[in-house]
């Protein structure tokens, strides 16, 4: 007669731990705790057909040195990086031979200064050439409105001429303020002119930006 052993609560279950080996661990990082999943014990003979306790299962908790967004092979989530902030995009101008972009305020002028009361980022002074003194020492401030850009005459003498794309050009009153585009050529005297630039125009080297087309209008006295 053959007798079969039956399984009892006394006997002990064997835990089954499985530890990636470490290569060139840091001895200050403490070691990842494991999280060990064990089976119920019920009544005897329940541990399958077999008569064998049931393995543990062990979860690993990812460390501090776990690289973000490295493949990971136990499920895990993959943590992805946020994307960029987008480019704000601003007009620019071309004077005096060379291409600003109006990320600050401009003050164009004979000798230009700074004005009384600066609100926000601090002017950039562009000297032009007036030899005849048709220039006032502070004739206009361009600054930007979003992807337009907004000239502004510092109550000029001899005043400031605007000539918008494709439009007639006109005078602009003395100490007045208006919105251009791009496309806008803004005449300030002795031969003197403003472009204003595309807000997706790469700034570089003026040589590298067309010349000045020709106007179609006649000049205004």
Known sequence: MTMQRQWTDEDDLDDTVIRPGRTGADPAVAPDDDTVIRPRADEPGSHGSFGAPDDDTVIRVAGPGAPVGASRSDGAATILPADPA??????????AGRVVRLDHPVVVGRRPTLPRVVRGPTPELVTVPSPSGQVSSSHVLVHADGEAAVVEDLRSTNGTVVRPAGSAPFRMPSGASIVVLTGTLIEIGDGNVIEVLSPHLRVGPADGIPPFPPSPFPRIP
């Open 86 to 95: 987008p480019v704000r995009r601003l007009p620019s101008i071309r004077v």
